[in-house]
């Protein structure tokens, strides 16, 4: 049912005819979603367990504490559909992060054979260095949580309880995980701009100050916490990051000068010419060429003198 458009006769180049573009895309999605369902399924019984982990930042009021001024909370369901709802969705979460690998390994088998061979190359370190940052960046953000929480749960006024409905505090997981992977990708993008040639180490490294600002102002922004602790712990790591990238992008630019050293010359920039004349070889003789019908009005060396109109040809 599932057979691969490619298994018929590979081209080396990877072209195939739009028909069979579909098909092999047809078959790579299948295969895919077909993992995540299954995934899916298999975590709807672990729902529970699941729910529980991700409620754990969340400080949870006990017998005969005071569940007033913003301590503690209380994690609850507000509505009938809630249960089945919150289910519904951290099962689905699980499936795609658990079935990334299958998802991600079709998604590139359908991209690969359209790719140049230093271009592959370039994808795996890309996708290498990809997956520790963005898994770094989310198990920092899951390691702020309880912080933030007691900061945000610190501001309720006194008299007043904090009720957080479940399907919330996954929504805050999940923006709060998404927002600090995706952070973290950042300075691999800067590598890769590098390696392309877009850009080099020494111009990141004169952008220093508004990166920094640019961080600290979506550090602020982005984070769902809205508070400085989020702010920091989003910045400084990126910021780190940022400065490690221009470091390796330097040293990459020397490497790649010593191998090649017009590389950073720009396309229209003129380049050095060696204006040192080539040595004369040997003179060459060049017959006389014969002298024309108007010419030839004499003999001896009054044709050899004969001139036309006062010159030796009739030009």
């Keep these: 049912m599932l057979k691969s458009a490619r298994k018929k006769e590979r081209d080396p ?12 895309l047809r078959n790579r999605l299948a295969k895919g979603m077909l993992a995540i369902a299954i995934v899916s399924i298999v975590a709807a019984f672990y729902s529970e367990e699941l729910m529980k982990f991700l409620a754990d930042p969340v400080p949870r009021c ?4 005071s569940t007033t001024g913003g301590v503690c909370a209380q994690v609850a369901y507000m509505d009938l559909l809630s249960p089945f709802t919150t289910t519904v969705k951290v099962s689905l979460m699980v499936g795609i992060i658990v079935a990334s690998p299958v998802w991600l390994y079709q998604l590139w088998a359908f991209v690969a054979p359209g790719l140049h061979k230093h271009e592959r ?5 890309f996708v290498g260095a990809a997956v520790p940052l963005f898994f770094g960046g989310a198990w920092l953000a899951y390691e702020i949580m ?37 952070s973290f990708e950042l300075p691999l993008l800067l590598v890769m701009l590098n390696m392309t040639g877009m850009v080099t180490g020494r111009r990141m490294l004169h952008w220093w100050r508004g990166v920094v600002m640019g961080v600290f102002v979506f550090g602020a922004v982005a984070t769902p ?9 989003l910045a ?55 002298a024309l ?6 003999s001896g060396s009054e044709a050899r003198t004969s001139r036309y109109n006062g010159y030796d040809d009739v030009t």
Aim: aromatic share 6%; no cysteine; proline share 9%.
């Design 225 to 233: 916490t809205t508070d400085p602790v989020g702010m920091l712990a």
């Design 236 to 290: 400084g790591p990126i910021v780190v990051l940022y400065f490690l990238a221009v470091g390796f992008s330097i040293l990459n630019d020397k490497r790649r000068h010593r191998a090649d050293p017009d590389a950073e010359l720009d396309d229209d920039e003129a380049s050095d010419l060696d204006l040192t004349p080539d040595p004369v070889g040997g003179i060459e003789p060049v017959p006389a060429s014969k």
């Design 62 to 65: 006990k017998e005969g504490q």
């Design 13 to 24: 180049e990877g072209r195939m005819p739009l028909a069979d573009h579909l098909r092999e």
């Design 121 to 125: 190359k370039y994808t795996y370190a």
């Design 146 to 182: 309880p912080i933030s929480i007691r900061v945000l749960l610190g501001i309720t006024p006194e008299g007043s309880e904090n009720i957080l409905p479940m399907d919330k505090i996954l929504d805050f997981s999940v923006r709060m995980v998404l927002v600090f992977g995706a």
């Design 293 to 298: 019908p108007e010419q030839t009005n004499g």
